[in-house]
């Protein structure tokens, strides 16, 4: 799968948020200290950021920014790594088509890695935009971008693609039923937690979830 089979499976802005928001704080209970999902609210004045990083060089960062949603990711083993090429250099038709409200996000010193922009994915959606959209890039039967599983867990957002993930990187049986509540944003309870991570301070998490927009239960009923 490419970017062009993506696009399609991407929810819409809203539910795309709900979901960032969700992978952050489900893995900071399962493991605080090396969480592959962050998110950090307000990043910029009125923007928000979610990213990836599984600690082998790839990643992916979408910013929600009033004006639309910029997503883009790095595979670096997959045929479009710009480092395919000295100097690197974009897959063609990468950028091409990038609105200029959110073009900036492309030259961002956050994303820029020893001067470049080093990324195989990109997508974006303006606001008021009815579809996702992208670089008329073109790729070969057997070439890839990473967009297939860079974006699995975004694009499928379900409790078992979760849990399939969490299981493989955190080596450990999660609680399938903890991730279905998180994922669905139910009030967190000390229960949720502990379910999770026996082992997680549940005073830090109600400040993270609270941080994310989650309700956390009431002290009596924990």
Known sequence: MTVHALLPLLPTPDVLLARCRALALLDSILDAEAPMHAFVSNWRDGVHLACMENGSGDQYAVVFDPAGVFLYGFDHECDATPWRESPRAHWPGLLEGLPS???????????????????????????????????????????????????????????????????????????????????VQAPL??????????????????????????TVQDQATL
């Open 101 to 183: 409200s959110l073009a900036h996000y492309a030259a961002a010193p956050e994303f820029d890695f020893d001067g470049f922009f080093d990324a195989t994915v990109c997508a974006w959606r303006e606001k008021d935009a009815e579809a996702w959209g992208c670089g008329p890039v073109e790729f070969a039967a057997d070439e890839s971008d990473g967009a297939d599983w860079l974006f699995e867990l975004l694009a499928d957002g379900s409790a078992d693609a979760y849990v399939s993930f969490a299981e493989d990187y955190f080596e450990r049986r999660i609680d399938r039923d903890a991730v279905a509540a998180v994922l």
């Open 189 to 214: 309870s000390r229960q949720m937690v502990s379910s999770l991570s026996p082992a997680a301070d549940f005073t830090t998490v109600a400040g993270q979830a609270r941080a994310l927009g989650y």
